[in-house]
């Protein structure tokens, strides 16, 4: 079993800078891809961007390509979303989540964390 932690939400000012961790405990952490998903009010829960085990595979939602980056540290179990360049409709409850495929279906992941509040204000 595992368990995910996210830190590093808040409320920043259009065009801002947010990075977001995610600290896993519990199962191998090297072994599984890891996955950024948000949710907006009123919208569906979407993915966001994602890394595999190894980091070679690393894919990104057309609406952050170049603005935010996935990275991640085995030996810390953690996995990192650096945000850049935010706008208002990155505004979101950003979750990470964990699973044996890279996929950027959020049925293929089996853990999620509790989700940490972006806020970008304009």
């Known amino acids: 079993q595992v368990q995910l932690e996210e830190f590093g939400g808040g409320l920043v000012q259009a065009g801002g800078s947010l990075r977001l961790s995610c600290a896993a405990s519990?199962?191998?952490?090297?072994?599984?891809?890891m996955g950024w998903f948000r949710q907006a009010p009123g919208k569906e829960r979407e993915f966001v961007a994602g890394i595999n085990w190894s980091g070679g595979w690393k894919y990104y939602t057309d609406s952050v390509k170049g603005r935010f980056t996935v990275s991640r540290e085995n030996a810390k179990k953690t996995v990192y979303l650096q945000m850049n360049s935010l706008k208002d409709e990155d505004t979101a409850v950003y979750y990470c989540?964990?699973?044996?495929?890279?996929?950027?279906?959020?049925?293929?992941?089996?853990?999620w964390g509790q989700g940490t509040q972006v806020t970008v204000s304009s």
């Open positions: 989540a964990t699973g044996p495929r890279a996929t950027t279906d959020g049925n293929g992941y089996d853990a």
């Open positions: 519990g199962r191998s952490f090297s072994s599984y891809t």
